[in-house]
């Protein structure tokens, strides 16, 4: 288990197929990202790879993931996995 959680993020400029689109645009356009995540555990010594697909209809736009984790009063970091996943609604820039 990673001892924070991460965020992969895919930039919207000029070089993204999403580029200038709408989030009609996008839904119309049955727009379809894959996910592929490579590491390794070191107990069992071998490479483990994670695939996803994730279509239109399951995205969410305007949000930004909330951090699932903190600093207690020691200075221990904490985290909470039944806050992963969760998100604040945020303005389009």
């Not at 993204?16 to 069992?44: C, H, N, P, W, Y």
């Amino acid at each position: 288990m990673f001892p924070t959680s991460w965020i992969i993020n895919h930039p919207i400029d000029e070089e993204s197929a999403l580029f200038e689109r709408t989030a009609e645009e996008i839904q119309k356009m049955d727009v379809e990202v894959f996910v592929t995540l490579k590491g390794f555990d070191d107990v069992f010594s071998q490479t483990i790879y994670s695939r996803q697909s994730y279509i239109a209809d399951q995205f969410v736009f305007g949000a930004k993931f909330k951090r699932p984790f903190y600093l207690d009063a020691s200075g221990k970091l904490i985290m909470d996995i039944t806050k992963v996943g969760e998100y604040d609604k945020v303005a389009l820039s």
